[in-house]
């Protein structure tokens, strides 16, 4: 495999989060952008954590195939390993990483990865759709949603996420973060994230949602949404929530 002379978000995150798919370059970038903002591995670490916590639950009320946007590294804790009942799809726009989704996956059979962008569901391979999440709008699924909704305006958000709930079956539900003001008070890490890179107030969140109802949990940071003991103590970076297409 030839060496990558540009940094990936996908593969910085692995970095974080103690994962084994990163390289030099990947590890660099990470370093540079602790410099302007402190430590991050907490913070990924949190996020994933909360990945794990929200599609146990989501899993728990007998949804077995999940669609999952802007994917990145599947390991460390993703989809498939955190609901290894379920069948899972991962999309991502980028063609390395791919292309390492697929190197990963290769041989198994409850897990797929393929081009998706979230902004148009009608990019997903419908093969793929077909053979990784079996029902897709005729029974409850569930969709990922991490780590977008900062690099969509407010206008696209909410369209894409109210396509989504057209396209779903009811009882399907999404699992989705949003990029709180954090880094605000961090200019120089902020001027890395490039210029689509949107924060939002909290109070924010919640209309962006549309017609997808919010567990009675809330949109609250992700430490917080159902805690498996007391919660971590790391920075307020984002926020997350489960919500619902409602049956009837």
């Known amino acids: 495999m030839v060496e990558p002379d540009q940094p990936s978000t996908a593969r910085m995150i692995d970095f974080w989060l103690g994962g084994t798919h990163h390289h030099p370059v990947d590890v660099a970038a990470a370093r540079a952008f602790e410099q302007a903002y402190g430590p991050c591995a907490p913070v990924f670490r949190a996020l994933r954590a909360f990945l794990g916590r929200a599609v146990r639950a989501i899993a728990a009320t007998g949804v077995d195939g999940f669609l999952v946007f802007g994917a990145g590294v599947p390991t460390m804790g993703n989809v498939h390993e955190v609901a290894p009942d379920a069948t899972v799809l991962y999309t991502d726009v980028d063609p390395v990483t791919i292309r390492l989704g697929q190197r990963i996956l290769a ?67 999404l699992a989705i973060d949003f990029d709180t003001e954090e880094l605000a008070a961090y200019p120089q890490a902020l001027a890395m994230m490039g210029p689509a890179f949107r924060m939002r107030p909290p109070a924010a969140f919640g209309p962006l949602l549309g017609r997808w109802q919010p567990t009675r949990d809330g949109i609250v940071p992700v430490t917080r949404w159902r805690p498996e003991g007391r919660p971590e103590e790391v920075p307020d970076a984002f926020h997350g929530a489960v919500a619902v297409r409602s049956v009837g």
């Open 107 to 173: 041989g198994s059979d409850r897990a797929g990865y393929g081009f998706g962008d979230a902004t148009d569901i009608g990019t997903v391979d419908p093969a793929l759709l077909h053979r990784f999440v079996p029902g897709w709008g005729r029974r409850p699924v569930g969709v990922v949603f991490l780590g977008l909704a900062a690099f969509l305006d407010d206008d696209t958000l909410a369209r894409t996420l109210d396509e989504l709930y057209t396209a779903v079956a009811p009882g399907s539900h």
